[in-house]
């Protein structure tokens, strides 16, 4: 290739990457700009706003809990078993990306209500569904789970199967290696994964606003009556564009933090994936 | 003090078959597996490990029947190709490794310190494996493995892509465990040294098929095919029909003597093309490959390829030029046939 056309292809791959990072920061950047900073800091010391925050952050974690705990096993069996039906399961963890979440939602919602069985069940457990924390969970799961299930798959999938037989060679029952070998190789890509689907979880707003428009006081939420952001936002935002303005910048503000926080760590070495630092 | 029988053991997968295999270890035996690619050198090893299916025969430790066994039960310590060192452990933590799951202190235990002072590794014991060099990797893979205690070793080419520092290394390390620790070996190389240094005895496996079972000797005497043979040295390896019998010059003077089929031939010595005898062929140089013990000529004489030594201090021919050279006093031994002589 001559000089000028490596020139050419240089400038193309800057203007596209260019354009296209363009469109991630702008938006963002308009936001930050357009309510005033008094409104802002009005809106982050209001207790409404406030309790809207701290009911997401903990509806998100739990979501993100269970998430781990039922989806870093299922990418685990993904990767590494062969069974009748994969293709069927395979589908099944795609199903809550391709369906729209309005839709989840009402499934959901049908699928939960309290005269359903399911429903009537989830009621005598102490875990009703419709408006309380344990139904944002419930979508919250759903929509976000496929992201950590299948970047959990993808990171068993990379591990060498000649670490796994070795370590059963030197004395490892099947789950020993896997605990020892495999989730500390595979624990990065899980990490991603689940960081995706906290991101989804927290921005997920078609399936709330079926399922838990509003929340009461239910499980481990103990505050106030209130929303989940993004249907709190979308309230405030046909009554205010400032305000809905202002509570996105607090929002996105926090979740920033949280994950430079995250990163941080990571890079201080301090979360156990840093390889070896694990204690297994 | 282990023994082990594997008694008429096969296995069939994606349509290759290997077996049946018998072969007794005894305690503190080294047996070398070796075969072309794709021979199920590797399969037979998984097989004893416990990785592969076995379609029958059985594996038998003393008296212990382990054909089904678990990997983790068999007391059979494999090393795979690459060695399968923990790349999130330090060198210290996978020498422990085997240590922990049986609950016996970690990398903390005396009998890890001990291992890595063995090996040479006390100075590495805080790196990870990616950062050591490969023969730094293999005594890292052998000090694991001895730390779990095994009744067999089973190492799938532990020469690898070793520096010739590092394989004498390996070797001696390798030797150490025979003569102290009395564990039964079965190693598959495509290795010589490897084999000829270590192996009691030679198992050789051809298309899946066991073949010759025993020591080196019979093997250098009678090779049973043209693998083998180079294997055991002979550089000059000439299938039946090569020449042999059916034209003159130098393959067709020895197939007088050793019949058509065949032969391996050990290293003529080259010299110059003027050197007189009754018994001189001549050979047009093709390349010349230096190496420690003199130079080394891919030759072409009456129209087969012939490998020749040239002695330290001649004078290097050049592509093109001739030769000259004979072939008393050259190993010379019938493939699959009778036994060996010299021509």
Redesign the interface.
Known sequence: MSGAAQAAARGLRLVASGSLLALFVVPIVALALYPPLDTVLAEAADPAVRASVAFTLLASGIALAVTLLLGVPLGHLLARRKFPGRSVVEAAVALPVVVPHLIAGLAILLAFAPQSPLGALAVRLGVPVFATVWGVVLVMVYVSAPYTVLASELAFRAVDDRLLETARSLGASPTAATRTIALPLALRGIVAGALLSWARAVSEIGGLLIVAYTVYPSGPYAGPVTSPISVYIYTVYQISLAQAAAISVVFVLVAFALFVLVRLVERAGGLPWRAGALPL | MTAWRLSGLSTERAGFRLGPVDLALAPGETVAVLGRSGAGKTTLLRMV???QTIASGSVRRDEDDVTHA???ARG?????????L?????VR?NVA??L???GGGGAAAPAVRELLDRFGLAGLADR?PPTLSSGEQQRVALA??L??GPKLL?WDEPLGALDLMAREELLAALASIRARDKIPMLLVTHDPTLALSLADRWLLLDAGRAGYLGPVGPLVAAPPDPFAARFVGYENVYAGGDGGGTRPGFLGSLADRFGPGGLAVGVPTADAPSARGTDRFLATVDRVEPGPAGCTLAAVADAVPVRLRLPPGSPVPRRGESVSFRLAGVPVAPIGGARAGEA
Do not use: D, W
Not at chain 2, 76 to 84: E, S, T, W
Not at chain 2, 86 to 90: D, K
């Open positions: 490990a416990g990785f678990p990997p983790e059979a310590v494999y090393v795979p190709q690459g060695l399968g923990f790349p999130h452990r330090t933590r490794y085997p922990e799951l049986r990870r694991r493995a730390a779990a089973l």
